[in-house]
């Protein structure tokens, strides 16, 4: 298994309360060097379609922060 299978399988219980931008920032760093040390171990590319759904899944969360902070919530 690689290690950015790894990473996915560890974030993906987390409900949608869960998740911050601090959280998510975090996320993103652990699946870039996941990506990086499968390539350095030679590990075969470890694209799947559920980690893309829980990319995708992440990136619409981030949106919603950035639209929540962009509004006036007086």
């Not at 559920?50 to 006036?72: P, R, S, T, V």
Request: proline share 3%.
């Amino acid at each position: 298994m690689c290690y950015v299978s790894v990473i996915y399988s560890m974030f993906k219980p987390f409900s949608d309360e869960w998740f911050t931008q601090e959280r998510i920032n975090l996320f993103r760093r652990m699946v870039k060097d996941a990506e990086t040390l499968d390539k350095e171990l030679g590990q075969p590319d470890c694209s799947d379609e559920e980690n893309a759904k829980l990319a995708n899944h992440i990136n619409e969360l981030e949106e919603q922060f950035c639209e929540y902070k962009g509004a006036d919530h007086d």
